[in-house]
C-alpha cells in the first residue's frame, strides 16, 4: 500500500458506470464481506443510470474502496440512500471512508440532492465519529433489529438495531464543519448524563441505570457508549447485548420526545467509553 506524507495512500476517486468497474466493485465486496452475498450487478448498473452512484477509490489501478449509493423518495422528498461503503482489508483505517464520503456529497449535489442517508450501528463508535463528528450528520430514528438476525463477525449474536442518520449536504453548519470553520463541541457543564457506567470484575465497561426522566430538560443530554464494542462483545456477549438494550431504549424514548442526535464527543484517553450529544430538534423541524 502506498502512502502519502499523511499516512493515508494518495487515492484517485470517480464515479464509477461501466461493466468493468462494477464487476470490479462486486468483486472488492466479495472480499471484504466474505460470508454476506455482493450486490447483485444488474441492481448496481441500473441503479446508477438511474439517480444512483458507485464511487471508487483507487490505489494506482486497484480498486481498494468503494460506496454505492441510490435514489430515494419517501413521499414527499427524493433523497440518496447510501447503501454500502467498503474498503479492502489492507486499506483500512487510512481515512479513505471519509475521502469517499466527501466525493459522494459533491457528486450528490450536482445531481441536485441535498439530503443523504443511511444506517450504521450505533455502538460502533468509529462510525459514529466519521458519521456524526466528522461529517455532519444527525439523526432521530432509531430502527430495531433493522436486518433481523446477521450472522457475520460483527453483528452475530446480537440484534442488528441501527441509527438512520440524515446528511443534509448543502446546510451551511454541515459546510462549515467539512471546512474545519465549526470548533469542535465539548460537554457543557450543565450537561446530564442518560446511562452511567462501570468497569466489572472483569476490567469490562458495562451499563448502570439509565435516566428516562428528562424528556423537557433545557440543556445538553448524553449517552455514553463502549469506546471498543467489538471488545466488550468478544469478552462478553451479556453486557454487549445489555449495551444493545439499554441505549435502545434511551435513544428510541429521546427521539420519540423530540430529541436528535446532534454530535458525537469522544471520551479523553483514560476513559472506556464516547457520547453521544442530544439536543432538542428545532421547533421548525419536529
Not at 423518495?73 to 486499506?91: A, K, M, R, V, W
Amino acid at each position: 500500500m502506498k502512502q502519502d506524507e499523511a499516512g493515508t495512500a494518495p487515492l484517485t476517486i470517480r464515479l464509477l458506470n461501466t461493466y468493468e468497474e462494477l464487476l470490479a466493485v462486486k468483486e472488492l465486496e466479495e472480499v471484504i464481506w466474505a460470508d454476506d452475498d455482493p450486490v447483485p450487478l444488474h441492481q448496481t448498473m441500473t441503479a446508477v443510470k438511474h439517480g444512483g452512484m458507485i464511487i471508487g477509490a483507487y490505489d494506482e489501478d486497484r480498486l481498494v474502496g468503494f460506496q454505492y449509493s441510490f435514489a430515494g423518495f419517501d413521499g414527499e422528498q427524493t433523497y440518496l440512500c447510501s447503501h454500502n461503503l467498503g474498503i479492502h482489508p489492507d486499506y483500512q483505517k487510512g481515512g479513505i471512508g471519509e475521502k469517499l464520503k466527501r466525493t459522494q456529497r459533491m457528486a450528490a449535489i450536482e445531481k441536485g440532492y441535498e439530503l443523504i442517508t443511511w444506517t450504521y450501528d450505533p455502538l460502533e463508535t468509529v462510525n459514529g465519529n466519521l458519521n456524526i463528528r466528522k461529517l455532519g450528520a444527525i439523526c432521530s430514528i432509531y430502527i430495531e433489529n433493522c436486518y433481523g438476525e446477521m450472522t457475520d463477525i460483527l453483528n452475530a449474536g446480537l440484534p442488528s438495531d441501527r441509527f438512520q442518520v440524515e446528511w443534509w449536504i448543502k446546510r451551511p453548519d454541515v459546510l462549515a464543519k467539512l471546512e474545519g470553520q465549526r470548533k469542535e463541541r465539548q460537554l457543557e457543564t450543565n450537561a446530564k448524563h442518560l446511562l452511567s457506567y462501570a468497569i466489572n470484575a472483569q476490567g469490562i465497561v458495562e451499563p448502570q441505570a439509565i435516566d428516562l426522566t428528562l424528556v423537557e430538560y433545557d440543556g445538553q443530554l448524553v449517552v455514553a457508549v463502549p469506546a471498543a464494542f467489538q471488545a466488550v462483545k468478544a469478552a462478553n456477549v451479556d453486557v454487549a447485548l445489555r449495551w444493545r438494550l439499554e441505549t435502545r431504549a434511551l435513544f428510541m424514548h429521546y427521539f420519540q420526545h423530540g430529541w436528535h442526535v446532534s454530535n458525537f464527543i469522544r471520551g479523553v484517553s483514560a476513559e472506556p467509553v464516547h457520547y453521544y450529544l442530544l439536543e432538542k430538534k428545532p421547533k421548525e423541524t419536529m
